[in-house]
């Protein structure tokens, strides 16, 4: 059975555990870089990225993460932890982990649309699949090596980049557990 790490420093990490091992993968809360060398993959969850890249740094955590994805070691990032991904962020003049070629925008849906739930279909993972958004990003251009793996109202809301994945919404907070699924294949691989 694959390990698959949440990163708990914030943010529905609970939830990701509960997928995952729905998913059939074995979940753990990963607190101290040191567990990052225990685990298969990681998940880094939706809160707040602000928030989280502070306790990444207050942890220690900024260097082991970039290292545990260049050894080629699969991460999901969800919402905030899609954030954190990326190597463009609007508005700002420092990405944080800078994993993933894009270019994203944070609370992109709105204040209107604060939270909402859509029905998606994700290529090659998911045909109608109810897409929890809270606060949403959503990816505004990918760099030739992202593939684009869900769309809504036109707006980038999954993606891909070998073995990154990443979604604007939160698929741990349903029973719908296929984008799990299809991370914890990327990490058996
Ligand atoms: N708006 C949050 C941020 O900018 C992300 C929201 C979420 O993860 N649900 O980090």
Redesign the pocket.
């Known amino acids: 059975m694959v390990k698959i790490g949440v990163l708990g420093l914030q943010?529905?990490i609970r939830e990701h555990i509960r997928s995952v091992e729905a998913a059939g993968a074995k979940g753990i809360i990963i607190k101290y870089k040191e567990q990052l060398t225990d685990i298969d993959g990681l998940i880094i969850?939706?809160?707040?990225?602000?928030?989280?890249r502070r306790l990444i740094d207050k942890y220690d955590f900024f260097e082991a993460l970039v290292d545990f994805g260049k050894q080629g070691k699969p991460i999901f990032g969800?919402?905030?932890?899609?954030?954190l991904l990326a190597n463009d962020i609007v508005g700002q003049d420092h990405a944080h982990l800078s994993l993933m070629d894009m270019k994203v925008e944070?609370?992109a849906f709105g204040r209107q649309r604060e939270?909402f739930e859509a029905e998606i279909d994700i290529k090659g993972v998911a045909d109608q699949f109810e897409a929890v958004?809270?606060?949403?990003?959503y990816i505004m251009e990918v760099g030739p090596e992202v593939d684009v793996l869900a769309t809504y109202q036109d707006k980038i809301v999954a993606a891909q980049q070998g073995h990154y994945l990443c979604s604007a919404f939160?698929p741990e907070l349903t029973d719908d557990h296929r984008l799990t699924e299809y991370f914890v294949k990327m990490v058996e691989k």
């Open positions: 943010g529905a969850p939706g809160g707040e990225s602000t928030t989280m969800t919402c905030a932890g899609l954030i944070r609370n939270s958004f809270i606060r949403a990003p939160h």
